[in-house]
């Protein structure tokens, strides 16, 4: 007499490939997982909450999109998969959504091929939005 022995197979391997993103208010926005969890494992389900406002996730392919219609800070979020048999998996990606920043300088400056600026010679001025995560103004 044989007994086969039902295996419950974890789910592995969720990534999303950038992790982090980051957009201008008004702007879309698409992630994808990386790596898709279905090794014989049925139907994935996918699901992620309080993403910001106009994004969604696709509960068939984990596939984060949208138009953000809010400004949200750099905010880390948990995508949960969960498969046929009840197993879960996380992953987590950051979303930033900005204020797209106006930029004006003090003065109209020509810029000329091979020719340096005197140092100083235009001061940035930035309005309407903070400036966005990983830009540097010096």
């Known amino acids: 007499t044989w007994t086969l022995d039902y295996y419950r197979f974890p789910l592995k391997g969720l990534v999303y490939t950038p992790h982090e993103q980051m957009i201008a208010l008004g702007d879309t926005m698409r992630m994808e997982p990386y790596y ?3 090794y014989n494992q049925g139907t994935v389900t996918y ?3 309080g ?4 994004l969604s996730i696709n509960a068939s392919t984990g596939v984060i999109s949208g138009t953000a219609t809010t400004v949200q ?3 880390r979020y948990t995508i949960s998969a969960t498969n046929g048999q009840g197993n879960p998996t996380t992953a ?3 979303i930033t959504v900005a204020q797209t920043p106006n930029l004006t300088y003090n003065r109209h400056v020509v810029v000329q091929r091979n020719v340096a600026m005197p140092a100083g010679s235009i001061a940035p001025t930035v309005s309407g939005g903070g400036v966005p995560y990983g830009l540097i103004n010096n």
């Not at 993403?51 to 106009?54: H, I, M, Q, R, S």
């Open 73 to 75: 800070p750099r905010t």
């Open 92 to 94: 987590v990606v950051t």
């Open 47 to 49: 699901s992620a909450s």
């Open 51 to 54: 993403l910001p406002a106009g």
């Open 36 to 38: 898709q969890v279905s």
